[in-house]
């Protein structure tokens, strides 16, 4: 096992009426409860494969069994006043832990796969930092070998604008990027669409709200 590689992965507890909640106001609570445990299934998967430490941060304190996550998994909470402050903490702490190159994930993008993530820990060994971009104009993963506390203020979280901004201020540091490809997160319904035309996504038809 690596122990210099750690996966950060954000998580929220599936509870009904805390997860989803862009989703929840078209498509009721509970269908958004069962579309987010399918993203937590999928992620699951994807980080199963891992020989790394695997950080889940949870918003509260975690209700279910973390173990089933990997071979060397640890529950956190995650701590701060905005995203921003609980990503870079969660990052910090990272560090202090001993790791040399730290990812973060959360549970919102179907398709992230294992080859996503082991690419950005691969190219962390030629650059400074990793991102990956999603469709809506935020950032699925970010990877760091040291901490720029920078890139975690003063952004407008949860707006078009989240990567862009981020590229910047990476760029005014004068780091060194590797860019991902361009993946889709879940956050609105029509989001959903081509999840669940494909079958990859599925909403049983009593969750109907």
């Known amino acids: 096992m690596n122990l210099q590689n750690n996966l950060i992965l954000f998580l929220r507890n ?55 996550w990997g071979k060397a998994t640890s529950a956190h909470l995650q701590t701060g006043n905005d995203l921003g402050e609980k990503m870079e903490n969660a990052f910090l702490e990272t560090f202090s832990a001993g790791a040399k190159k730290a990812v973060i994930i959360g549970s919102d993008c179907p398709d992230l796969e294992t080859k996503h993530i082991r690419e950005a820990f691969f190219a962390m060994d030629h650059r400074d930092t990793v991102i990956g971009p999603a469709k809506d104009g935020g950032y699925y993963l970010l990877g760091l070998k040291s901490m720029s506390s920078e890139i975690f203020h003063e952004i407008s979280w949860s707006t078009n604008r989240v990567f862009a901004t981020t590229l910047e201020k990476l760029q005014l540091l004068r780091k060194n990027i590797w860019i991902l490809p361009i993946l889709n997160d879940i956050d609105e319904p029509e989001d959903l669409e081509p999840y669940l035309r494909s079958g990859k996504l599925s909403i049983d038809s009593s969750f109907k709200k």
Not at 19 to 32: F, H, I, N, P
């Open 14 to 68: 599936p509870v009904t009426g805390w997860v989803k909640t862009r989703l929840a106001k078209s498509l009721g609570d509970q269908t958004a409860l069962a579309i987010y445990e399918q993203l937590l299934a999928i992620t699951q998967k994807q980080i199963q494969a891992l020989d790394i430490p695997i950080r889940l941060y949870f918003d509260s304190i975690p209700k279910w069994d973390f173990s089933l």
